[in-house]
């Protein structure tokens, strides 16, 4: 069962929901963090590093004594990755999506790959949480390939909890798609209301069944529980806005190892979520 947690956007509590899920349930547990550009789960869990990967991705890199300049490779790049003015073909390795397109289409074979570094894996573990993240190279501007090797690099069986990125682009979509269920985590704000609309028509998309916590929920209003209402979005927890809460997040610590009632909370939060996989896959 592969959960990912989400939101519309930044700062709602997205990764607290997520750690502190992932240290409440009784069996093991694979943690992916796929916030690329900005991991923070590990300042909570504080997993053992225990293997470092360097991560590339293939890029084109041209032979000009072989090409033609026939332009079939720039026409065929839908990301413009590859330019041809007069007898100069120009690569922008930033733009490409490493797909192979261009070298498989030259008549002339004039088109090898060669790598380019995204980032890095950090793999690890804490107590019965496996745990993976990557890092981002600094100035690196395409997050999804790296989200999607850090989703290959976890194991296939088991629980695996994802913590997404913020928002609702590109990077988002790679670490929500293909998973059993998306855990949209959300704060009873006009901005939290605005981005959380834009976070369900994306899942939507995707197909996927989805349930809400409100983080905070006694600040605010009460606009988030009347959209949820209307668009059959199950709330499936509320957080108050907790001064003790608060405390544990300040310290990097989770408030369920804390407050253990919450633990209890979290467990009752997950046999939620598998009842909601249960009815979407009797449907």
């Known amino acids: 069962m592969i959960i990912s947690i989400a939101s519309g956007k930044g700062g ?29 789960a590990h300042l909570f869990l504080h997993p ?26 720039m026409d065929i790049c839908r990301f413009r990755a590859i330019a041809v003015i007069g007898d100069m073909v120009l690569t922008f390795p930033e733009l490409c999506h490493s797909c192979g397109g261009c070298m498989a289409i030259c008549p002339e074979s004039a088109i090898t790959e060669t790598d380019r570094e995204l980032g890095a894996l950090e793999i690890g573990h804490r107590d019965g949480i496996a745990f993976i993240h990557g890092r981002m190279r600094v100035g690196e501007a395409m997050a999804p390939p790296l989200i999607r090797l850090v989703r290959q690099a976890g194991a296939t069986d088991g629980l695996t909890l994802i913590d997404a990125p913020p928002g609702t682009s590109c990077p988002v979509i790679a670490a929500m798609k293909d998973t059993d269920f998306v855990l949209l985590v959300t704060e ?21 069944p989805m349930g809400l916590v409100i983080n905070r929920c006694d600040m605010g209003d009460d606009k988030v529980k009347a959209y949820a209402q209307r668009e059959g979005l199950p709330i499936l927890m509320e957080i108050p806005f907790d001064r003790e809460i608060a405390q544990c997040y300040s310290r990097g ?12 909370r979290f467990r009752e939060l997950l046999q939620q979520i598998k009842t909601l996989i249960g009815k979407g896959a009797g449907e």
Request: aromatic share 4%.
């Open 12 to 40: 709602t509590g997205k990764t607290t929901v997520a750690t502190n899920l992932a240290v409440s349930v009784d069996d093991p547990v694979q943690f992916l963090d796929c916030d690329v550009e900005e991991p923070n």
């Open 48 to 73: 053992t590093i225990e293997e470092t990967k360097t991560v590339n991705t293939p890029v084109p890199q041209i032979d000009l004594d072989a090409c033609n300049q026939c332009k079939k490779c």
């Open 188 to 208: 009873p704000t006009p901005f939290g209301l605005h981005d959380l609309t834009l976070a369900v028509e994306a899942v939507k998309i995707l197909k996927i």
């Open 253 to 264: 610590e989770m408030f369920t190892l804390t407050l253990p009632e919450w633990k209890a």
